[in-house]
């Protein structure tokens, strides 16, 4: 079992940055891939950025590029999301993925 906990959402202008947080516990494994996905109300769930848990092999989504940074700390098992000049478009619940779990999602709301 593995369990994900989202931190670091809220409300921000466009412009300005957030940085969201995605402990994870349980059985983990350094070499895989941790992921952050969005979703708004009527839509898929979209790929977002991924990275493994020990700092490899970096992703992103084309509208996220330059923009966003993906980390991770292995030490603490937690991956970072650093987003920066959000947009109102970046509005969405984000979520944590590591193979077959989910987070319950962090709300991201970016006021034009």
């Known amino acids: 079992q593995v369990q994900l906990v989202e931190s670091g959402g809220g409300l921000v202008q466009a412009g300005g940055s957030l940085r969201l947080s995605c402990a994870a516990s349980g059985r983990t494994f350094s070499e895989y891939v941790m992921g952050w996905y969005r979703q708004t109300p009527g839509k898929e769930r979209e790929f977002v950025a991924s990275i493994t848990l020990n700092g490899v092999r970096p992703r992103y989504a084309d509208s996220v590029k330059g923009r966003f940074t993906i980390s991770s700390d292995t030490a603490k098992n937690t991956v970072y999301l650093q987003m920066n000049s959000l947009e109102p478009e970046d509005t969405a619940i984000y979520y944590c993925?590591?193979?077959?779990?989910w987070g319950h999602g962090t709300q991201v709301t970016v006021s034009s």
């Open positions: 993925h590591y193979p077959e779990y």
